[in-house]
């Protein structure tokens, strides 16, 4: 047994490769997903559709969710109180909602409304009946959402410290930069390849043309880390009001990663947001979701060709799966100037917790 990560990123050694390829370490790191908050939607998602099933956190926290929106937005359960039937598998929009197996139905709040064939029933209906409602949070259009969340103060500070100026509630989801990918990969792997720009000259040449690798920088806050790409010169970049503290500066994207797996990418054009979603030690679900806020910057700069950016980190992910799992490999070391967030990142899933590799 031994201390997993130092403090001093000058000393401390990398992850031990048990936690890229251990099925009783991976379902124990999963399991403390459920304690923290997770991207729900954007509220231009509900523009249309005021029933938005939330997928994925059926597979990020084994809780089948949904969100409802009339004068209020709330996130339910997704799960009906009769017999357990999935009540909504597509978006849509309705002013009840009704489970299609029995017909039991609910108003948007989640409070049992009605079912048939129930007459007799002693003690019915009761609280148990209504479905579970689940806590949100609301920041500049942007719900998120979780089963047991806490935290999310230093978080929702560092976002309205350096993004207060940016217009994110007026950004309309576009469907077609939707994109949903399965690699043969643990979870963490692609954190850890996201959480440092030290692999961009090696692996994304075009990108490496659009920012300036030298002023690439990270910043860590508690909970999470950012990282700031910085234009190459005639590369497009924000124009930030003189309220930022990053006026002056040509900035590229910023790249927020939130504990555990949640990635809030901001360009000149809007907003990527990216779900790393555990579905086993060594398969991973990357959900993208794209709201523009100016059409006129798509396509360029570092934000241009977020497919070719995704393919090349999928193929270099999935190689280094299959490099932790040889017996040749347990541990590495950190770039002190290159990989703070990296070195973060594992502090937080490894805290509290030691690990026999052997």
């Known amino acids: 047994m031994s201390t997993i990560i130092d403090q001093d990123i000058r000393k401390a050694e990398t992850l031990p490769s048990a936690y890229y390829t251990d099925d009783t370490t991976f379902l124990e790191v999963k399991r403390r997903f459920a304690h923290y908050w997770h991207f729900a939607c954007h509220q231009s998602q509900l523009s249309e559709s005021n029933i938005l099933p939330l997928n994925h956190m059926e597979h990020l926290i084994g809780e089948p969710m949904m969100i409802t929106a009339d004068d209020e937005v709330r996130c339910v359960s997704n799960v009906c109180t009769h017999r357990g039937m999935i009540i909504v598998d597509k978006h849509c929009s309705t002013q009840t909602l009704q489970c299609p197996y029995h017909g039991r139905t609910f108003g948007l709040d989640g409070r049992f409304r009605g079912m048939p064939e129930f007459e007799g029933v002693v003690g019915f209906p009761s609280p148990s009946d209504d479905l579970e409602q689940f806590p949100t949070l609301k920041w500049k259009g942007i719900i998120f959402t979780g089963t047991k969340p806490s935290g999310f103060e230093a978080f929702l500070d560092e976002l309205n ?44 040449k075009d990108l490496h043309g659009s920012l300036d690798y030298d002023s690439y920088r990270t910043e860590l806050f508690d909970g999470g880390v950012l990282q700031i790409g910085i234009a190459s010169e005639n590369e497009i970049s924000f124009d930030l009001p003189d309220s930022s503290p990053d006026f002056g500066k040509r900035v590229a994207a910023y790249y927020y990663w939130i504990f555990p797996g949640l990635m809030l990418n901001f360009y000149p054009w809007g907003l990527s ?86």
């Open 161 to 204: 410290n350096r993004l207060a100026w940016m217009p994110i509630e007026s950004f309309e989801h576009d469907p077609s930069r939707h994109r949903s990918y399965e690699i043969d990969a643990n979870w963490a792997l692609y954190v850890d390849n996201y959480l440092e720009g030290f692999h961009i000259p090696f692996v994304h």
């Open 273 to 358: 947001v990216n779900i790393v979603t555990p579905l086993s030690v060594d398969r991973t679900r990357i959900t993208y979701h794209g709201f523009v806020g100016d059409l006129s910057t798509l396509g360029r700069g570092a934000g241009g060709d977020l497919d070719k950016v995704e393919a090349e980190d999928q193929e270099i992910v999935e190689a280094t799966q299959r490099g932790v799992s040889s017996g040749s490999y347990d541990r590495g070391r950190y770039s002190p100037s290159r990989e703070t967030g990296v070195h973060r990142f594992h502090m937080m899933l490894t805290s509290g917790r030691e690990i026999d590799n052997h």
